[in-house]
């Protein structure tokens, strides 16, 4: 169950159960407070029940979200939290629709100049493959990774493009599904390349057209197999081992209109032993999948 929400979250192992004592220390500091501001007001069991409802619902409503920021921010999970609470707010009214979470102008991180290759990292989960990617092309003379796209809030990976320096794209998936409202975003950032790094959604035609040829997945099996709708993260690594496969593996792929069907380019196989289990094998896939990724995007884009 805590791995399932630890995906849905799109966090790391850390993150998660820091996550966990934020919503605690939450929780137990809003109970107590309430106590105190309704004696600060005077109230006692013989109050009318209405103030003291409206109190203690003002302080769940109100309060509970100021602390579980603060809390959030001192253990350092300000981004999971501020995602959540500007997503709260901008559905009750009181933030503009926008989607760009840190926009930076498309040249302020250009000190150099611009180099070959503009890449964007499309990933909604806790972003390991993006980290590795964005490790290995720091410095590189040629690439750069210039945008991350993300359509989950609070997404691990939205916190990695943030200590990186690189600007992040909040999706909207009515928005990204009516096909090329982004299209002029991804071109004012100039990217010319786009992987996707555990990005779960399906790209869009417009998008496809737009990028020929130009757009990686990584998929964690061995395609054709276990892949397709809802085979994603957890899923694949339950189903291979449902399956009692012997081994499993990653595939890179060109993406096309089909969910996992566009042309490989490289697969690497690992071996399952009779004690994997998903999350062991999710390891071992990990694993494949940080040493590979960067270096057969670095490949291909050159
Ligand atoms: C990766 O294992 C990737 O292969 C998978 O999501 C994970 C993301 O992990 N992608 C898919 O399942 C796409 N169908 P990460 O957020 O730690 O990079």
């Given at each position: 169950m805590f791995q399932k929400l630890q995906q849905k979250w799109g966090v790391s192992h850390r993150q998660f159960w820091i996550i966990f004592i934020v919503f605690g220390?939450?929780?137990?500091?809003?109970?107590?407070?309430?106590?105190?501001?309704?004696?600060?007001?005077?109230?006692?069991?013989?109050?009318?029940?209405?103030?003291k409802l409206l109190v203690r619902l003002g302080m769940l409503v109100f309060g509970y979200q100021f602390i579980l920021l603060g809390?959030?921010?001192?253990?350092?999970?300000?981004?999971?939290?501020?995602?959540?609470?500007?997503?709260?707010?901008?559905?009750l009214g009181f933030l503009s629709q926008q989607t760009m979470a840190n926009r930076q102008s498309p040249t302020a991180n250009h000190q150099h100049p611009k180099p070959k290759t503009q890449l964007a990292i499309f990933a909604s989960g806790a972003g390991s493959n993006a980290q590795k990617i964005i490790?290995?092309?720091?410095?590189?003379?040629s690439v750069r990774v210039a945008l991350v796209v993300c359509n989950k809030p609070g997404a691990g990976v939205l916190q990695i493009a943030s200590e990186n320096g690189i600007p992040y794209l909040l999706i909207e998936k009515e928005r990204f599904f009516r096909g090329?409202?982004?299209?002029?975003?991804?071109?004012?950032?100039?990217?010319?390349?786009?992987?996707?790094?555990?990005?779960?959604?399906?790209?869009?035609?417009?998008?496809i057209e737009a990028y020929p040829q130009k757009i990686l997945n990584i998929h964690p099996a061995l395609?054709?197999?276990?892949?397709?709708?809802?085979?994603?993260?957890?899923?694949?690594?339950?189903?291979?081992?449902?399956?009692g496969e012997k081994q499993s593996g990653i595939t890179i792929h060109y993406v096309n209109e089909h969910f996992d069907e566009g042309a490989p380019v490289f697969q690497a196989v690992c071996?399952?032993?009779?004690?994997?289990?998903?999350?062991?094998?999710?390891?071992?896939?990990?694993?494949?999948?940080?040493?590979?990724?960067p270096i057969e995007i670095e490949k291909i884009v050159s």
């Open positions: 220390l939450t929780g137990t500091t809003t109970a107590i407070l309430t106590r105190y501001v309704t004696a600060w007001l005077g109230m006692d069991a013989s109050s009318f029940w209405v103030w809390y959030g921010a001192l253990l350092g999970q300000w981004a999971f939290f501020w995602k959540y609470e500007a997503l709260l707010l901008r559905k490790e290995h092309f720091k410095n590189h003379p090329d409202t982004y299209l002029p975003v991804l071109k004012e950032y100039g990217i010319n390349f786009i992987v996707l790094a555990g990005f779960l959604w399906k790209v869009p035609a417009a998008l395609l054709p197999k276990y892949g397709g709708k809802g085979m994603y993260g957890m899923h694949v690594h339950e189903a291979v081992i449902a399956a071996t399952i032993d009779e004690k994997d289990t998903p999350e062991t094998l999710a390891q071992k896939i990990h694993l494949l999948e940080h040493a590979h990724f």
